[in-house]
Each structure stands twice: as C-alpha cells, then as structure tokens.
C-alpha cells in the first residue's frame, strides 16, 4: 500500500512554533507508514483583527492534492480545526487555554501534544472526505471528534485520544480503510503520551533477556545470612547490611 500524501503549508508562525510544527511532522510520520506529511513553507493568509477566516481558504481553487494549513492566528469562528474536502486549517494560538499549568504538571510537552492532535484531526476528516461539521460531535467523550466547545475540555481529549465507537463507524462509512483508522490510532497513542509528559519511543528500550547480563550482574556479590539470633537475621553484602524478619 502506498503512503498517502499530505501538503503541509504554515502561516506566520514564530521560530519557536516552527520547531513544533517541525516536531508534529516528524512524531506523525514517525508513528505510521500509511500517510505521509510533507511541509511546504510559508503561505500568506489575510487578517481580520489578528484573526483568520477559514471562508478565505475555501473561496480559493480546490488543491489537487490534500493539504492543512496551520496558523498561529485564531480563527474567526473560535473553532481549532476544520476540514472541507482537500483542504484544512488548524490554529496553535490557544494551547495554554487547553493545558494550563494547574491543571498539567507535564505543561513542556502540553504544545507537542495539542498540536499533533490537530495535525490528526485535520488528516482524519481529510482521509475520510469528511467535513468538520459532518463528525464532529458536542458530547465530551475523550474522542479525536469531540468538537470541546469548551476549550479546557480538550484536556480530556488529549489524554484519552481515542475514536469512539460510532465515529469508526462513520468512518468506515466513508470508505476509510481499517489500515488507515490504525495509523491514526498510532498517531494518538504518541498525543496520549505526550500529554502525560511522557516521550514517545521509536524503537523499545534494550532489555536483559534470558541468559543476558548487563555486567552488573556477573559481578554483584549475592546476599548472604550472618546470623539467626533473636528471631531474625541479618543480611548482608560486601557494603551495607538491613534486618529482615523471619
Ligand atoms: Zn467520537
């Protein structure tokens, strides 16, 4: 199966958001093979009081190919993310609204995740052919679609980040491929870990096998008992002792 690919443009982002934007790319490869974002640079949008429209994006010709365009800019209507067709916008104005250090310990990481869950909405309902309105859904369940009119309930979401049950069935109903809906899970479990301040890992840490040492081993000298008097004995190594009850 070939990757599908995904045109990636970015509006007036600072250097510090480059690098996270550069970051969500990577961790979104990086978690599957089915999809493929390709960064594509700088695109001018217009601005209405600092705001952007996602009406100016969908009054322009359809792309070819599937593209999402983040801004750093909110959106006129106060929605993170839509979708219509080939196209998507996404905005990363408002992650403290989302994370906000009372009520995440793991705040470092709190931009890492909200924005690669954005990245995976917006590739979810392109992949789908679905419009935000088509799927997103008011109740706050923990889903990739909850829409979170409240923006402190996408907390919630970024820690659970799952799909619901009837939005995989909406899903299928547009032809998503079960393949597809699991590289977008794979997706989410780097959003749930990030969230957590936890740090993704490509491949599993190096383990001690059966029959492995990592050198401790072979030279750790064993416990032993030096006496049973008073009913306990004391254990013992080359440095240190403790007491330990019968
Ligand atoms: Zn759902």
């Known amino acids: 199966m070939r990757a599908q690919h995904i045109d990636f443009y970015t509006h007036d982002l600072s250097d510090e958001q480059e690098w996270q934007i550069t970051r969500a790319v990577r961790d979104f490869n990086a978690a599957q093979r089915v999809v ?13 009081l600092d705001r952007v429209s996602w009406l100016d994006i969908t009054a322009t010709a359809e792309p070819e190919a599937p593209e999402i365009t983040v801004t750093s800019h909110r959106h006129i209507d106060n929605w993170f993310t839509h979708a219509r067709r080939a196209r998507a916008l996404m905005q990363i ?17 709190a931009p890492d995740a909200h924005i690669l869950m954005s990245l995976t909405l ?10 935000d309105r088509d799927i997103l859904h008011g109740e706050t369940r923990g889903c990739l679609f909850d829409i979170c009119a409240r923006k402190a309930h996408r907390a919630l979401k970024l820690r659970c980040a799952f799909i619901c049950r009837p939005c995989r069935a909406r899903l299928s109903e ?15 479990e780097r959003v749930r870990l990030l969230s957590l301040g936890r ?16 050198g401790f081993q072979a030279v750790a000298t064993a416990p032993r008992y030096v006496g ?19």
Not at 122 to 131: H, P, Q, S
Not at 174 to 188: D, F, Q
């Open 199 to 214: 740090d993704p890992q490509d491949t599993a840490p190096a383990g001690l096998g059966p029959g492995t040492s990592n």
């Open 93 to 109: 104005a408002e992650w403290p609204v989302v994370l906000p250090p009372e009520v995440s310990a793991a705040a470092d990481v």
């Open 36 to 48: 493929n974002i390709a960064l594509r640079g700088p695109r001018k949008l217009r601005l209405y």
């Open 228 to 246: 049973e008097s008073d009913g306990s004995r004391r254990i013992t190594t080359a440095g240190s002792s403790l007491r330990s009850s019968l």
């Open 174 to 188: 547009r032809g998503m491929s079960s393949v597809e809906v699991v590289a977008i899970c794979s997706v989410l």
């Open 122 to 131: 917006a590739t979810a309902m392109l992949l789908a052919g679905l419009e």
